[in-house]
């Protein structure tokens, strides 16, 4: 991974958020990364921290950061909001038609899959 971090101008994140992925891109894995690179995180706000990635972009470590997540959403650090070279959304990336008209649906059918006693497709934590 220190090689890909080191030769990338880009960094996009695509990881769910566990104890294992907390923090993943941290201020030892910045550091390791190719001065100048720009961070993506449409994924979890908890993969990051914020610290470390704000440090590196006013020391111009970092290049940039396009965030769509954050770590005390609704919340943004102020801090964060201030550093240079970020471009953040107000977690927007389902935000299509296509998309919600998609969770609608599938939201639909786990719910008549509970009532009828038939596993759900996207449950967390569901027992019955």
């Known amino acids: 991974m220190e090689e890909v971090l080191a030769g990338s101008d880009f960094l996009s994140l695509h990881l769910p958020l566990t104890e294992e992925t907390q923090n993943w891109l941290n201020a030892e894995r910045i550091a390791s990364m190719k001065s100048g690179a720009i961070v993506i995180n449409t ?3 908890g993969l990051i921290d914020e610290t470390a990635l704000i440090a590196a972009l006013q020391s111009g470590k970092l290049g940039g950061a396009g965030l769509d997540v954050f770590v005390g959403e609704p919340d943004i650090r102020r801090d ?44 967390v934590g569901v027992s019955k």
């Open 43 to 45: 994924a979890r706000g």
């Open 80 to 123: 964060l909001v201030e550093a240079p070279n970020t471009f953040l959304l107000p977690h927007l990336g389902s935000a299509t038609r296509r998309a919600r008209e998609g969770m609608g649906l599938s939201l639909a059918r786990d719910i008549a899959a509970f009532f009828a006693g038939r596993p759900v497709e996207n449950g």
